[in-house]
């Protein structure tokens, strides 16, 4: 298992062109409480920040939206970038998605 709770690597994606006008959608739930100061971090192959999207805390936590488009507009290298999740309870994060950007 990794830090995502599946086995192997994750979760992998790639995006095309055709997804540029879709949201990615994504919904983190922790089995003790709500979480505050949410974050999703882009990163490159070398840990580097490449973007970042911070969500409005709220009493029951709505999904996580972020439009391809954004996504696609921060990818200038070929290469795999990973999404990774953070908040109050988890600072050191959780990884979420491989993006393929080929």
Same mark, same amino acid.
């Given at each position: ?25 994504? =919904?983190?739930?922790?089995?003790? =409480? ?69």
């Amino acid at each position: 298992m990794n830090d995502s709770g599946l086995n192997g690597g994750g979760l992998f994606y790639t995006f095309h062109k055709a997804n540029f006008t879709d949201t990615l959608e994504i =919904s983190f739930n922790h089995c003790m =409480s709500g979480a505050d100061r949410r974050i999703i971090k882009l990163f490159d192959k070398l840990n580097n920040i490449i973007s970042q999207w911070s969500f409005v805390d709220k009493q029951v936590l709505s999904p996580m939206s972020i439009p391809i488009s954004q996504l696609l507009g921060h990818i200038k290298v070929k290469g795999e970038l990973s999404l990774v999740y953070f908040d109050d309870i988890l600072p050191e994060g959780r990884f979420l998605l491989t993006i393929n950007s080929k």
